[in-house]
């Protein structure tokens, strides 16, 4: 403890207020820090929210829901005895106004209780229950279909009047995806529409305030009724799906923000290199003294912890301001709205990050000053000497152990953390290697005949030379910027060119089997070269698989996204076109034997399936069994009808159903819809562009918060730029004031060191290329499944950017060198 007191006298009293020397290790820890707390802290902001915004947001406390049917007598009544129960009805439909013209909605049919919780509001006036008659609609809607409070719209065959504009709904988060805006209705109005008959699509809801808890609640209500396909979430859990995507997005995200502070930590390096160069007078004079290594290794280690715990209260402090930043300018792409607060475990775990980084990063420094002897830290830059690297080699070691443990402990997928780890060291150890090949070959290359090249390589190796430190760091920040680039280009490139060009113009729900040939005609009629395309459509849960029930399981496995919730159903004759089997056989077209089902590859490896294993269903309130006949691989960005689990025609078609169409078309959408809205008004038509315009903008704004999280590794890479030329620059005035005295002009050695930096660069560019470019290619072929279609162009400006940045900061740091007088500085080197 004495040792440590003297160490702390000592440290405090070098300390200098404006932290000269050891700037760069405070925005290293800021920008690093600073990032995990932002992404952390604005994860659990939104999880939190929907958390205690739970009743509202599910509408109750929990919530049974069923497809295509509503509930019986019975089910009613042991609803009613969990707590008070509101009704809806939900449906794809259309809304005509009243020149003809139609939108997708969403209509949702409500009975006199809704909301349980919070509060149905308007833009005008006060929420009340509906007439049979009377709507409230989106303002979507209002805008697409040019309609008026008072004003007319149809849905299916009945007349509604608009009622009022909605505000905000306050279930509208838990309602989902939808393919259009909202129309709310009462459940007399939807009985007026015709729209609800034998195999028509809809989902019924009930949302109970229960004195109960919920999840006792649900068990007890699913184990009386446990083959009627009843689903089921309570107020916790009340948009599992936007939790699950905003939990694994924001774990996504802190790993890039990790990344982007090891991108720092060389920084830290540099950083503490540079400034215990300074400080090598004063470590001498205490050597002289009679200070042993260790002390000066803790005098030093003090400083660095101390302006450490500086930097990482900043970037704490940045991260939580950020949140509600981030709320104002992007709030509307964001689920919820959070309210301002402080959450410590994402502000722990971005310090604990943060001092991990500095305390591995700083050891090398930091053991160097201690272990050189006196005479020949008095010697300057140019002793050869270095201390043992296992001392380092182990520091470090324990700090990275202490990173992959918290990020094994705390990410919800450790496997997905330990693989980007893995990745991410291997990558580092693959920019180390080649920096120390860089130096290797420049010093073994044959010398130039012009001088300021034979200046430029020479540099890359000389005694003091940063060529290991710059190439992991802009090697790491090019590759990952390239990596980003070539994945949105690629994907925004599917979106505008494949899709379109492979998905039909229209896609219908609810035609009635009985009127197809009708329905066909219609289209004929406007454009007789149509490709219409119809299936059976029904709506059902997976119930059990082999010899597992489905509602015993503790936790979905992973990849098994089918048996979470209902899943499109369907039967045929025939192989669906855009799948390609790869085990087992197609049943015959008359086939009538044993029900069999042919499931998708994926998921059967995810429930590790087999066949001939059964394949349990709940489908209008009641279970069908069949075995598994075959496994298909399925085309999925055909944008046609893709199912999960196709039946053989004896296994469904008994069901009431309707049929869905997909219709492609050269032109004439709007006529075709518009017949048809007429013609058929129970059937919902979608036009597929609009729903290709909903997924570029997801895309979007995934790549948006992606490229935000990445570009702090860019200027953590120029921090780490900026450092490893402060930390050669003692070297570099010792070099720039011999070539000074030789006759050097200012000019000639500006241009010498361009050329170094620009050698650099083109090496880093060439291989961020090259790593970035491939593993671009694995996430959007192998993990997407799209089409190779990056935009090189895009690619090649992202490399002339890093490739100008990297020249200007060289020759930005070049300038105060330039300005040292030779007589001056050969006195002080």
Same mark, same amino acid.
């Given at each position: 403890?004495?040792?440590?007191?003297? #160490?702390?006298?000592?440290?405090?009293?070098?300390?200098?207020?404006?932290?000269?020397?050891?700037?760069?290790?405070?925005?290293?820890?800021?920008?690093?820090?600073?990032?995990?707390?932002?992404?952390?802290?604005?994860? =659990?902001?939104?999880?939190?929210?929907?958390?205690?915004?739970?009743?509202?947001?599910?509408?109750?406390?929990?919530?049974?829901?069923?497809?295509?049917?509503?509930?019986?007598?019975?089910?009613?009544?042991?609803?009613?005895?969990?707590?008070?129960?509101?009704?809806?009805?939900?449906?794809?439909?259309?809304?005509?106004?009243?020149?003809?013209?139609?939108?997708?909605?969403?209509?949702?049919?409500?009975?006199?209780?809704? *909301?349980? @919780?919070?509060?149905?509001?308007?833009?005008?006036?006060?929420?009340?229950?509906?007439?049979?008659?009377?709507?409230?609609?989106?303002?979507?809607?209002?805008?697409?279909?040019?309609?008026?409070?008072?004003?007319?719209? =149809?849905?299916?065959?009945?007349?509604?009047?608009?009622?009022?504009?909605?505000?905000?709904?306050?279930?509208?988060?838990?309602?989902?995806?939808?393919?259009?805006?909202?129309?709310?209705?009462?459940?007399?109005?939807?009985?007026?529409?015709?729209?609800?008959?034998?195999?028509?699509? @809809?989902?019924?809801?009930?949302?109970?305030?229960?004195?109960?808890?919920?999840?006792?609640?649900?068990?007890?209500?699913?184990?009386?009724?446990?083959?009627?396909?009843?689903?089921?979430?309570?107020?916790?859990?009340?948009?599992?799906?936007?939790?699950?995507?905003?939990?694994?997005?924001?774990?996504?995200?802190?790993?890039?923000?990790?990344?982007?502070?090891?991108?720092?930590?060389?920084?830290?390096?540099? +950083?503490?290199?540079?400034?215990?160069?300074?400080?090598?007078?004063?470590?001498?004079?205490?050597?002289?003294?009679? #200070?042993?290594?260790?002390?000066?290794?803790?005098?030093?280690?003090?400083?660095?912890? $101390?302006?450490?715990?500086?930097?990482?209260?900043?970037?704490?402090?940045?991260?939580?301001?950020?949140?509600?930043?981030?709320?104002?300018?992007?709030?509307?792409?964001?689920?919820?709205?959070?309210?301002?607060?402080?959450?410590?475990? *994402?502000?722990?775990?971005?310090?604990?990050?943060?001092?991990?980084?500095?305390?591995?990063?700083?050891?090398?420094?930091?053991?160097? #000053? +201690?272990?050189?002897?006196?005479?020949?830290?008095?010697?300057?830059?140019?002793?050869?000497?270095?201390? *043992?690297?296992?001392?380092?080699?182990?520091?470090?070691?324990?700090?990275?152990?202490?990173?992959?443990?918290?990020?094994?402990? &705390?990410?919800?997928?450790?496997?997905?953390?330990?693989?980007?780890?893995?990745?991410?060291?291997?990558?580092?150890?693959?920019?180390?290697?080649?920096?120390?090949?860089?130096?290797?070959?420049?010093?073994?290359?044959?010398?130039?005949?012009?001088?300021?090249?034979?200046?430029?390589?020479?540099?890359?190796?000389?005694?003091?030379?940063?060529?290991?430190?710059?190439?992991?760091?802009?090697?790491?920040?090019?590759?990952?910027?390239?990596?980003?680039?070539?994945?949105? &280009?690629?994907?925004?490139?599917?979106?505008?060119?494949?899709?379109?060009?492979?998905?039909?113009?229209?896609?219908?729900?609810?035609?009635?089997?009985?009127?197809?040939?009708?329905?066909?005609?219609?289209?004929?009629?406007?454009?007789?070269?149509?490709?219409?395309?119809?299936?059976?459509?029904?709506?059902?849960?997976?119930?059990?698989?082999? &010899?597992?029930?489905?509602?015993?399981?503790?936790?979905?496995?992973?990849? #098994?996204?089918?048996?979470? +919730?209902?899943?499109?159903?369907?039967?045929?004759?025939?192989?669906?076109?855009?799948?390609?089997?790869?085990?087992?056989?197609?049943?015959?077209?008359?086939?009538?034997?044993?029900?069999?089902?042919?499931?998708?590859?994926?998921?059967?490896?995810?429930?590790?399936?087999?066949?001939?294993?059964?394949?349990?269903?709940?489908?209008?309130?009641?279970?069908?069994?069949?075995?598994?006949?075959?496994?298909?691989?399925?085309?999925?960005?055909?944008?046609?009808?893709?199912?999960?689990?196709?039946?053989?025609?004896?296994?469904?078609?008994?069901?009431?159903?309707?049929?869905?169409?997909?219709?492609?078309?050269?032109?004439?959408?709007?006529?075709?819809?518009?017949?048809?809205?007429?013609?058929?008004?129970?059937?919902?038509?979608?036009?597929?562009?609009?729903?290709?315009?909903?997924?570029?903008?997801?895309?979007?704004?995934?790549?948006?918060?992606?490229? $935000?999280?990445?570009?702090?590794?860019?200027?953590?890479?120029?921090?780490?730029?900026?450092?490893?030329?402060?930390?050669?620059?003692?070297?570099?005035?010792?070099?720039?004031?011999?070539?000074?005295?030789?006759?050097?002009?200012?000019?000639?050695?500006?241009?010498?060191?361009?050329?170094?930096?620009?050698?650099?660069?083109?090496?880093?560019?060439?291989?961020? $290329?090259?790593?970035?470019?491939?593993?671009?290619?694995?996430?959007?072929?192998?993990?997407?499944?799209?089409?190779?279609? *990056?935009? @090189?162009?895009?690619?090649?400006?992202?490399?002339?950017?890093?490739?100008?940045?990297?020249?200007?900061?060289?020759?930005?740091?070049?300038?105060?060198?330039?300005?040292?007088?030779?007589?001056?500085?050969?006195?002080?080197?």
């Amino acid at each position: 403890m004495t040792d440590w007191r003297l #160490a702390w006298t000592f440290a405090r009293r070098e300390l200098d207020a404006r932290f000269r020397g050891l700037r760069l290790l405070l925005v290293c820890l800021i920008l690093g820090v600073g990032a995990l707390a932002a992404i952390g802290s604005l994860t =659990r902001s939104i999880t939190g929210e929907l958390s205690a915004r739970g009743q509202s947001l599910l509408g109750g406390d929990l919530e049974l829901s069923v497809s295509q049917r509503t509930a019986d007598p019975a089910e009613r009544r042991s609803m009613a005895r969990l707590g008070r129960v509101s009704e809806t009805l939900r449906m794809q439909s259309m809304g005509v106004n009243f020149g003809g013209e139609t939108a997708p909605i969403e209509l949702k049919a409500v009975d006199r209780s809704y *909301p349980l @919780y919070g509060a149905l509001t308007l833009q005008r006036g006060n929420a009340r229950p509906l007439s049979p008659t009377e709507t409230y609609v989106g303002p979507a809607l209002v805008e697409r279909l040019k309609l008026r409070v008072g004003g007319p719209v =149809r849905f299916g065959t009945a007349r509604f009047t608009v009622a009022g504009i909605i505000a905000d709904e306050p279930d509208r988060l838990s309602e989902g995806f939808t393919l259009g805006a909202v129309a709310l209705v009462s459940l007399e109005g939807l009985q007026r529409t015709g729209l609800i008959a034998p195999g028509s699509l @809809y989902e019924s809801k009930y949302r109970i305030a229960s004195r109960y808890d919920p999840g006792q609640a649900i068990k007890a209500f699913t184990d009386r009724y446990p083959a009627q396909g009843w689903d089921s979430r309570t107020r916790d859990r009340a948009s599992p799906g936007a939790e699950r995507f905003l939990t694994r997005m924001g774990e996504f995200l802190v790993l890039v923000g990790l990344t982007a502070l090891v991108i720092a930590g060389i920084g830290v390096g540099n +950083g503490v290199s540079s400034y215990l160069a300074t400080r090598r007078s004063s470590i001498a004079t205490l050597k002289v003294l009679g #200070a042993t290594s260790g002390l000066i290794a803790r005098v030093y280690l003090l400083q660095i912890m $101390a302006v450490s715990a500086i930097g990482i209260a900043i970037g704490l402090a940045i991260g939580i301001a950020a949140v509600p930043l981030i709320v104002a300018v992007a709030g509307d792409v964001l689920p919820v709205a959070p309210r301002f607060a402080i959450h410590p475990l *994402p502000l722990v775990q971005a310090a604990a990050y943060g001092l991990l980084i500095a305390l591995a990063f700083a050891a090398p420094p930091l053991l160097a #000053a +201690g272990a050189v002897p006196a005479a020949g830290l008095l010697r300057g830059v140019h002793d050869g000497r270095r201390p *043992p690297r296992w001392k380092a080699a182990a520091w470090m070691g324990a700090a990275f152990a202490g990173i992959v443990a918290l990020v094994l402990t &705390t990410s919800e997928r450790p496997w997905f953390g330990a693989a980007f780890l893995a990745a991410a060291a291997g990558l580092l150890l693959l920019l180390s290697i080649l920096g120390w090949s860089i130096r290797w070959a420049a010093a073994r290359l044959p010398r130039p005949r012009r001088p300021l090249l034979r200046l430029a390589v020479s540099a890359l190796h000389r005694p003091g030379a940063r060529t290991g430190a710059l190439v992991v760091a802009l090697g790491l920040g090019l590759t990952l910027f390239v990596l980003l680039a070539t994945i949105r &280009t690629s994907l925004d490139a599917n979106i505008a060119r494949t899709v379109p060009a492979r998905a039909p113009a229209l896609f219908a729900l609810d035609v009635p089997p009985a009127r197809e040939s009708s329905f066909r005609a219609t289209i004929v009629n406007f454009q007789p070269d149509a490709d219409i395309q119809t299936v059976p459509l029904m709506r059902g849960t997976i119930t059990a698989y082999g &010899t597992t029930r489905v509602a015993d399981l503790k936790i979905i496995p992973e990849g #098994a996204w089918a048996l979470r +919730g209902e899943r499109g159903l369907t039967f045929a004759r025939d192989l669906p076109p855009g799948s390609e089997l790869v085990a087992g056989k197609w049943w015959p077209a008359d086939y009538a034997g044993e029900p069999l089902v042919s499931v998708d590859e994926r998921m059967g490896e995810a429930l590790n399936l087999k066949l001939g294993d059964p394949l349990t269903i709940s489908v209008a309130g009641q279970e069908r069994t069949a075995r598994i006949a075959s496994f298909r691989k399925i085309e999925w960005d055909t944008m046609g009808f893709n199912f999960v689990m196709v039946f053989s025609p004896n296994a469904l078609s008994d069901v009431p159903h309707n049929l869905a169409a997909t219709i492609t078309m050269p032109g004439r959408e709007r006529a075709v819809i518009r017949a048809l809205s007429v013609r058929f008004p129970s059937t919902s038509v979608v036009e597929v562009r609009d729903v290709i315009g909903q997924v570029r903008d997801i895309v979007s704004q995934m790549a948006t918060a992606i490229a $935000a999280a990445a570009g702090i590794a860019i200027l953590a890479g120029i921090a780490v730029l900026i450092g490893a030329i402060a930390a050669a620059r003692e070297t570099r005035t010792y070099d720039s004031v011999i070539l000074k005295t030789l006759g050097a002009t200012r000019g000639q050695i500006l241009a010498a060191q361009a050329l170094e930096y620009l050698l650099l660069a083109v090496i880093l560019a060439a291989l961020a $290329a090259a790593i970035g470019i491939a593993g671009g290619w694995y996430v959007v072929v192998e993990l997407f499944a799209f089409d190779w279609l *990056p935009d @090189y162009r895009a690619i090649g400006l992202t490399l002339a950017t890093g490739v100008g940045v990297t020249l200007g900061i060289g020759l930005l740091g070049a300038l105060p060198i330039l300005s040292a007088r030779p007589a001056r500085a050969l006195r002080e080197l």
